[in-house]
């Protein structure tokens, strides 16, 4: 099935930009939109990548969009209002990003809190500490700290190659690295795992840590691209990421997807926006489509489950 | 062998992608040459001609019946294409991404409603681009916009000092209500300030964040009213504080002790002055913004009025760099003339 | 209401649960179901409430046969249940919870006080005055839960009564007043089919004794002209099959556990030898996968101490386990033993997810090595784990477990649930295992199974071991003795 969803995806994805590449000729099929579309579905897709591997065990984190927004307004306040070098800087709104996974693991697993209620409560908290730090915004950051998220390789702005690069890590160590594959079994039936001699309760821990480091990236690349730290960046990211999830086939019992299958949802994702801009559609009509297009792909794969 | 083939193979990927890197411009603000005021011209105006705004929060009633009914009257009277774009929710770098994602195809020209400082970079991605583009409502201070057109903030918090100083005869506590942090309010608040604070009877409070909230503007000025007895007036700086501040200041029976000012003049506000719970309004003329900021890109294009042979190569902008619009008073007195 | 059941016949899969069963149940009769576990008695149960349909004979009501479609259609037949699992709700009270439907007054809202009197009259009725309508059932103890599913299950006005096990998680005295309820009961001409093990018990409440062996009918005795002796010969009098007395068992002690306690089981101390296959009998609920648990360190003991070849270990998680060794074949297949959205490969390599990359080739080839060795039917080691048959998914779960190299395997009810012929399979694989050197400490609930296998039987009861038998030695009444009281 999750096979399935790959080549659906890719199909879908294909037929998309050829229809509408007939349908807008000069604008569509060109670079410059193509790495814009790119350059948009970056920030998700790094994202993603940690969703995919959380929900693969079967739990999901919704603190990831305010942990962006976070990250980002960290780095910028250090500099902004501390003169900090730009590499201090990252190092820690990275570290605090990983902080913060690591709190929700393990207020998660050792203290046995729904994953669901503490990652949303995470949400408001980190949400009010980015606000803190960021207020209305932050710009003018050093130089060096805007060339990171804005320098151009080939063409493509940097955010592309360091999705690029951390879905190739990532699909390389899920399919070749014992320790991420047991994520695999922790979603398919955690009591067996358990019994197989994976230490669930570790791994999961392990696996909000890794999602808020992602998250964290995400933060600083975003604000490094906008050259600005704002306020509302990261909003309704969760969400969207969490569709780009399962639209790229994972399941909200876990133990399904892959994480090529989370760039592929997120390129999807940013494919259908870019339509919607094109063909000049207003901004709610967005988020209606999108939740069309969820409950369709979910819902024929539960069609064609059931005819099997 | 093969091991040897695949180093070299990519040290010279290597090679290219670092030949290959281009480095963000150094400065935003600053490095006005010859090529970056370049824009793209036209001499005939076709029905394709596409303009398009893109803003925020783009179902906010205040945006759809001032900002946005202007802009489509004006494309229509045009005779050429207006395009809305924009999240709906208020979300900054939902709006970047439209923005960025539009930039390639070339419209004729951008409305930007100037939501937040952190769209500098993009609104200079179209200056470069060579697309006429105007700024609206609030001024972004890193773009290289062509024009800006809006209120003067500080004015409007400076004329509702100046009411709030006449109808308290200088004495009493007064507090302010807004977003906290955003470059527009707190210029109104520091004009109310400026006012204010030259009357040495007159308290001030504070500054009160209510998130363009009317529950959260009501609670807070509940609050208040508990916290101070003897408060006077309270002024407002967002749509919503207005209407927040009137529903509190009725329900704990204050209407007419307590003073309010604030801003914005849509209907519901205008009945809260007919009523006497809100004593004065400082209006914006929001359909000016969008009105004359299309008319402005669309007399770049067309070169409507030229100072030399060829404005876009000679390095003028045709157009006026900033257009403050004034504010419009309300009060008990003028009020019917504006109720629909 | 007069019961009966004629020529009831049921299979799962290759299992046949029931074999031509017919059964006759008085009107206002206490009638006991016995059986070992397996018999039955469950499939009889489910039959009853609606929950399944036999593949043949009829149920007849006063006479008239009747088709139970589902729980509801039971109950409105006047048949209730009363499960050994609860299906009470914590959060409200004893008459909320009596009646999931109260009485209401207008626009929907319940009618407390009729509700209350309602409750009131039901417990009044059954002489139970340990708590009030208003009780919330989070405070009550074990037994006055049963009471409440007792009176809930009385509050449809059943003629016929189904008691699961109702005493298996009360004391003595809690027992004492359940039994003066289903006294009353009779009383009121209610039938009840009472399910048990305990021998005292069918002797003190039941006025005849029905017994199940294997899923066929044996005999219906009256208790008072009966004993428990004859009972039992009934539940086990099977013709035994021909034992396999070859043995590997060595005098090498490889493995002991002394004094372990934990939650379950209290004090257990053995010892397991070189080649030894060592039977761990009971009931149900004994604490036999609880030890089991313990030793792989699942749910880590208490205290005591387990020994491996004479030094110490201590498995606090079962990668420890692993590591020292010991491998644990659980219990329920479906739930605990196997990944079924996975592949045989998958499945077969999950529990060497430490220390080494993660090569899918590899595992193919190895876990295609075992499939051969093991006779797994599958297409190939990518079929998902969901497509195979109960006793194929048990030789993967055993090939997973052999790969780990263990010196100690433990297996828990390895084949239940799985036809005759992958029970053999299962069984040669075992022998073998032993004769290669191996030790194995096989639960099984299962008498023949038992031994058949073991070379000796320990047996516990209630968390407690109460003694190890010779297999050369011991009989099943020996056995059954010992586990039951």
């Known amino acids: 099935m999750i096979r399935d969803r790959i080549v659906t995806l890719s199909a879908t994805i294909l037929l998309l930009c050829i229809v509408m590449s007939f349908l807008y000729p000069s604008q569509f ?268 792909a979910v819902g024929i794969d539960q069609l064609i489950q059931k005819k099997k | 062998m093969m091991n040897s083939i695949k180093a070299l193979l990519f040290y010279l990927f290597l090679i290219a992608g670092l030949s290959a890197c281009e480095a963000p411009p150094r400065t935003d603000g600053a490095n006005k040459n010859l090529e970056s005021t370049r824009f793209i011209t036209s001499d005939s105006v076709s029905p394709d001609e596409e303009y398009v705004m893109i803003t925020t929060a783009i179902n906010m009633p205040l945006y759809v019946n001032h900002d946005q009914a202007a802009f489509k009257k004006w494309a229509t009277k045009m005779g050429v294409k207006a395009s809305i774009l924009g999240p709906s929710e208020w979300d900054i770098p939902a709006q970047i991404a439209t923005f960025e994602q539009v930039i390639p195809q070339k419209p004729a020209g951008f409305l930007i409603n100037g939501t937040d400082p952190g769209i500098a970079q993009v609104i200079n991605k179209a200056v470069d681009a060579g697309i006429p583009t105007v700024v609206y409502d609030s001024d972004i201070p890193g773009g290289r916009q062509h024009s800006f057109i809006g209120s003067d903030w500080y004015e409007m918090g400076r004329l509702q000092g100046e009411r709030m100083v006449k109808i308290l005869n200088g004495k009493g506590k007064v507090a302010v209500m807004g977003i906290l942090g955003m470059t527009n309010m707190e210029a109104g608040f520091k004009g109310f300030l400026d006012v204010t604070q030259k009357y040495p009877a007159m308290e001030f409070i504070g500054k009160y964040d209510d998130k363009a909230n009317v529950e959260l503007a009501a609670k807070i000025m509940a609050d208040l009213i508990v916290a101070n007895p003897d408060l006077a007036g309270v002024a407002g700086f967002d749509i919503n504080s207005g209407p927040g501040i009137a529903l509190s200041v009725k329900e704990a029976n204050k209407k007419g002790k307590i003073k309010i000012t604030t801003v914005d003049a849509e209907p519901e506000h205008l009945q809260l002055v007919k009523d006497g719970v809100i004593d004065y309004l400082v209006g914006q003329k929001r359909e000016l913004f969008t009105q004359m900021g299309a008319q402005m890109l669309f007399d770049m294009r067309h070169k409507t009025i030229a100072f030399s042979k060829n404005d876009a190569k000679a390095g003028v902008v045709p157009i006026p760099k900033k257009i403050i619009t004034g504010s419009i008073e309300i009060d008990k007195s003028n009020v019917d003339l504006f109720i629909k | 209401m007069k019961l009966g059941l004629k020529n009831i016949a049921k299979s799962f899969e290759v299992v046949k649960a029931l074999h031509d069963v017919s059964l006759e149940f008085h009107e206002g009769e206490v009638h006991a179901i016995c059986g070992e576990n397996g018999a039955g008695k469950s499939t009889l149960m489910n039959i009853l409430t609606g929950n399944i349909q036999p593949d043949a004979g009829d149920i007849l009501l006063d006479n008239r046969k009747v088709i139970i479609q589902n729980n509801q259609h039971a109950r409105s037949l006047s048949i209730n249940i009363v499960y050994q699992e609860r299906s009470l709700t914590d959060g409200l009270s004893v008459a909320e919870n009596i009646f999931p439907l109260p009485p209401t007054k207008s626009i929907g809202r319940i009618n407390f006080v009729q509700l209350h009197e309602q409750t009131n009259a039901l417990l009044q009725q059954l002489e139970i005055r340990e708590f009030s309508p208003e009780t919330m059932v989070a405070t009550l103890s074990p037994a006055q839960k049963t009471l409440v599913e007792i009176a809930k299950a009385l509050a449809t006005n059943p003629a016929i009564l189904l008691l699961d096990e109702p005493t298996a998680s009360l004391t003595d005295k809690e027992t004492t007043i359940l039994f003066s309820v289903i006294r009353t009961l009779k009383q009121r001409r209610v039938t009840v089919l009472y399910i048990s093990h305990r021998m005292a018990e069918i002797k003190l409440i039941a006025d005849r004794v029905s017994v199940l062996k294997d899923g066929k009918y044996q005999d219906t005795l009256l208790t008072n002209s009966c004993t428990t002796e004859d009972i039992i010969r009934l539940m086990v009098g099977r013709d035994l099959q021909q034992v396999d007395v070859t043995t590997y068992a060595t005098d090498e002690v490889v493995f002991s556990v002394k004094n372990l306690c934990g939650k379950g089981f209290n004090d257990i101390s053995f010892d397991l030898k070189k080649g030894e296959i060592l039977g761990l009998g009971g009931l149900v609920g004994a604490g036999r996968t609880e030890l089991a648990m313990a030793i792989f360190g699942a749910i880590p003991a208490d205290s005591g101490t387990i020994l491996k070849n004479g030094q110490r270990i201590n498995n606090k998680h079962p990668k420890q386990a692993i590591a020292n060794g010991i491998a644990y074949l659980p219990e329920e297949r479906k739930t605990l033993g196997v990944f079924l959205q996975k592949s045989i490969a998958e499945n077969f390599v999950s529990a060497q997810l430490y220390g080494k990359g993660y090569s899918e080739k590899l595992n193919s080839q190895k876990a295609g090595q075992y499939s051969k060795t093991l006779n797994i039917r599958s297409t190939s080691v990518q079929q998902l784990m969901s497509k195979l048959s109960g006793g194929n998914q048990q030789k993967v779960v055993l090939a997973k477990w052999l790969n780990t190299q263990p010196d100690v395997l433990i297996v828990d009810e390895p084949t239940h649930g799985i036809d005759i012929g992958a029970k053999r399979e299962i069984y040669k694989i075992l022998k073998q295992l032993t004769a290669d050197g191996k030790s194995i400490l096989l639960i099984s609930s299962e008498m023949e199974e038992l031994l058949l296998l073991s070379d000796r039987i320990a047996v516990m009861r209630e968390g407690k071991l109460k003694g190890i038998l010779n297999k050369m030695e011991t009989s099943e009444n020996e056995i059954i003795k010992l586990a039951a009281h």
Not at chain 1, 166 to 183: E, P, T
């Open chain 1, 29 to 296: 099929p060109t670079v410059e939109n193509f790495s814009q579309i790119m350059l948009n579905l970056s920030i998700d897709t790094i994202v993603a990548v940690g969703m995919m591997l959380l929900m693969i065990s079967g739990v999901f984190d919704l603190s990831v969009g305010s942990i962006v927004a976070f990250s980002g307004g960290l780095a910028g306040y250090l500099m902004y209002y501390h003169d900090v070098n730009f590499l201090v800087a990252i190092a820690a709104a990275l570290s605090g990003s990983l902080l913060i996974g690591f709190i929700n693991g393990f207020l998660i697993t050792k203290i046995g809190i729904n994953p669901m209620i503490q990652t949303l409560a995470m949400m408001g908290v980190v949400r009010g500490f980015a606000l803190m730090l960021s207020g209305a915004g932050i710009q003018n950051f050093p130089y060096e700290y805007n060339y990171i998220g804005q320098v151009k390789i080939l063409g493509l702005q940097s955010p592309v190659w360091y999705m690029f690069a951390i879905v190739l890590i990532f699909s390389y160590l899920f399919k070749n690295i014992a320790f991420f594959r047991r994520y695999y079994f922790i979603g398919s039936n955690e009591k067996a795992a358990h019994l197989s001699g994976i230490e669930v309760e570790k791994m999961k821990l392990w696996g909000f840590v890794i999602v808020g480091l992602l998250a964290g990236i995400a933060g600083v690349l975003l604000s490094s691209r906008l050259g600005a730290a704002l306020s509302t960046s990261g909003k309704g990211l969760e969400l969207r990421v969490i569709t780009a999830v399962i639209l790229g086939g994972a399941s909200l019992s876990g133990g399904q997807g892959k994480i090529f299958g989370a760039f592929l949802g997120a390129a999807f994702m940013g494919i259908v926006g870019n339509i919607l801009i094109l063909s000049r559609v207003s901004g709610y009509w967005q988020e209606i489509i999108l939740g069309i297009i969820l409950i369709l």
